[in-house]
């Protein structure tokens, strides 16, 4: 499979369009509706233009809040005219709550854990992207990889794309980050080769996860409190 959803933003390294995947009826997914990505605050004014250029009306950022504190997005407080920003901590109020409460699973089981220990996090960010108006919802954490990595799943999931595709949306994240982040941690290179593995099989056992214990993902994001008017408003978008 050639993979051609790769976003030009400066300085972004994860960003990419969640349009032209395959459904299963044969059509693709609508381009212009979400985009996934990395964390915005290294943006420079020319990828602030660039994101507006492109249409994103929509800013949903998914990091604790800590994080946003820390590393603020260039678009909180930002009195932009067409560019609305939402925080929706995914995992909870804290890092070290989310980490306390989870327990120890490896990558390949990772995003089950969320689906069952951060549905409030999960609905509140849907909700979010229900509820957005016109133009295109982008949404982030940190490295793009694991928060913003299972909403996509679930939206592409949602809209009926081939699981290799969702997974593949999935693991092309590993080749996005992999240089950048040699780069930045030269004397770390075995733990950022895992930190930064997506590894596909964590998808293919999510989407198990959510058939057997859900009965698949609409019903999953019915039973994490979203109506039927918000799945299908999230559905059409793509």
């Known amino acids: 499979m050639t993979y051609s959803r790769h976003l030009t933003f400066p300085l972004l390294l994860n960003a990419r ?3 032209n995947c395959p459904r299963h009826d044969g059509t693709l997914t609508r381009t212009g509706q979400f985009i996934r990505a990395d964390e915005l605050e290294r943006l420079t004014s020319g990828g602030i233009a ?7 009306r929509t800013i949903l950022d998914l990091r604790w ?3 946003a504190a820390q590393r603020p997005s260039i678009f909180q407080g930002l009195q932009h005219p067409h560019i609305n920003y939402v925080h929706v901590s995914m995992l909870g109020p804290s890092e070290e ?9 490896v990558k390949e089981t990772w995003n089950n854990v969320v ?5 409030t996090g999960l609905r509140d960010g849907l909700r979010a992207i229900a509820q957005a108006t016109a133009g295109t919802v982008l949404f982030h954490c940190y490295s793009g990889k694991d928060r913003t ?10 809209a009926e794309v081939q699981p290799e595709f969702i997974a593949e949306d999935y693991a ?11 780069a930045q941690h030269p004397d770390e290179h075995e ?6 593995r997506c590894p596909p099989n964590n998808i293919y056992n999510m989407l198990a996860h959510l058939q057997m214990h859900y009965g698949g993902t609409a019903n999953y994001l019915r039973h994490i409190g979203l109506s039927d008017a918000e799945i299908e408003q999230i559905r059409r978008k793509l």
Request: aromatic share 6%.
């Open 97 to 105: 709550r989310w980490r306390a409460q989870r327990p120890p699973v």
């Open 172 to 182: 092309v994240t590993t080749e996005r980050l992999r240089e950048a982040y040699l």
């Open 17 to 19: 369009d969640l349009g």
């Open 149 to 158: 990595g299972i909403l996509a799943a679930l939206l592409l999931d949602l």
């Open 50 to 56: 660039a994101l507006s250029d492109y249409g994103v």
């Open 191 to 196: 733990a950022i080769l895992e930190s930064v």
């Open 65 to 67: 809040p800590e994080e």
């Open 115 to 119: 689906l069952d220990l951060a549905q």
